[in-house]
């Protein structure tokens, strides 16, 4: 389905030569399809996002919250003021086969009544699994996890992340990879189950938006190659768009990994930081590689002159 791109652009376009770039694709490490910001667990307004982009040298940014849309105007807003490009997005939750994955939506309308429910489904169950984690932390002599995390969102969405920015500044752990490793996953006493979207669910979500379906770090899933394969050839045949190719999770290695197979399904290679704020300092706006050869990027069919 065609995407509503002449909306993206229309208030946000970037320079000439930037334009020119991005369509030659000499440009891709300066466009970044995939960030968060306190809409969800970024640590920068959507505001404060974009102008860090925008020093940083990203000249076409996406915000990309986890199931919501709520910061998006602000974003638009401040990407307009900047003089940069600026693409609407969501990161949907999703259980397939056992497993959590993620699908960003890039140009969804963000005023789809299907969308906006699907997304609020995914915040209700998120509210009752920030409590969970509360109680089941608790348990463990942590009390008052729950009352910490809310405070650190502003009333907004509760992750995983607010909890273990809780638990760093307890000293429980020394960072919050070390609290995701020894409370959050599975088998851990913090961890509760995802209950999260279908894949058909949020591809049509997105797809019925006006949007473009992409299968976000597929390299940080821990399952085996061969159903890993298996979600891209479904992913594909419900009319998803494109894999993240190069992702701020993903080693080098990845990159030439997530062409192929990219390449394989038939499947559009996308770009994006995963960017979560000025905390995380193996992930930084403004550094991404080119997509590898070959690659056919998913902006490489976008009017960006429109």
Known sequence: MACEFSTWFSASTPDENALK??????MSKQIDLHAHSTASDGTLTPAALMQRAHVAGVGVMALTDHDTLEGLSEAESKASQLGMGFVPGVEVSVTWEG???????????????????????????????????????EKQGIPGTF???????????????????????RDRAKDLRDVFKRFLVSG???????????????????RAAGGEAVIAHPARYKVTRSKLRRLFGEFAELGGSAI???????SRDDYFTMAHHARDFGLA?????????????????????????????????????S
């Open 188 to 206: 851990k006493p913090g961890f509760v189950p995802g209950q999260w979207a279908e894949l058909s669910d949020a591809v049509g979500w997105i």
């Open 21 to 26: 770039m991005i369509e030659s694709g000499a």
């Open 147 to 169: 009352e910490a995390a809310r405070a650190l969102s502003n009333g907004r969405l509760i992750s995983r992340t607010h909890f273990a920015r809780v638990l760093v500044a």
């Open 244 to 250: 993240e190719v190069v992702s701020g999770s993903h």
């Open 99 to 137: 497993a959590t994955v993620d699908i960003v939506g890039l140009g969804a309308d963000r005023d789809d009544q299907v969308l906006q429910s699907g997304l609020a489904r995914l915040r209700d169950f998120r509210d009752w699994r920030a409590e969970e984690i509360g109680r089941r932390l």
């Open 269 to 305: 290679a996308s770009a994006g930081s995963d960017y979560h704020g000025p905390e995380h300092p193996w992930i930084e706006l403004g550094r991404l590689p080119e997509l590898p050869p070959g690659c056919r990027a998913i902006w490489q069919d976008w009017p960006l002159n």
